[in-house]
Nanobody, 125 residues
Framework: HVQLVESGGGSVQAGGSLRLSCGASEDVYSRNSPCMGWFRQAPGKEREGVAA???????SYADSVKGRFTISRDNAKNTLYLQMNSLKPEDTAMYYC??????????????????WGQGTQVTVS
């Protein structure tokens, strides 16, 4: 059973940066569904896809974060990252790590992931 633990959230002023991390309890990359992603959910809003990365390093981003956020993974450490730069107040949300998706195709569909972390709060003022 895969467990995902996010960290790195916090409060930051607009224009600042944060780096989120997501540690996996086992080697998710050896599974048949190696795509991982980041989602976020603001109060009163639906969960939305932020970015995803496949086992070959292919990435995809939501239009709202392109050019500001970078998703990456360290296979040796079983860790997923989200570097967030030029943060805006509208980026304020709970950020979730997700894993075990078959491919990066339609990565933004939340139900395609089998494992989720508990979330880490990002607040931009």
């Amino acid at each position: 059973h895969v467990q995902l633990v996010e960290s790195g959230g916090g409060s930051v002023q607009a224009g600042g940066s944060l780096r989120l991390s997501c540690g996996a309890s086992e080697d998710v990359y050896s599974r048949n569904s190696p795509c991982m992603g980041w989602f976020r959910q603001a109060p009163g809003k639906e969960r939305e896809g932020v970015a995803a990365i496949d086992s070959d390093g292919s990435t995809s981003y939501a239009d709202s974060v392109k050019g500001r956020f970078t998703i990456s993974r360290d296979n040796a450490k079983n860790t997923l990252y989200l570097q967030m730069n030029s943060l805006k107040p509208e980026d304020t949300a709970m950020y979730y790590c997700a894993a075990d998706r078959g491919s990066i195709f339609q990565w933004y569909v939340a139900r395609g992931y089998n494992y989720w972390g508990q979330g880490t709060q990002v607040t931009v003022s």
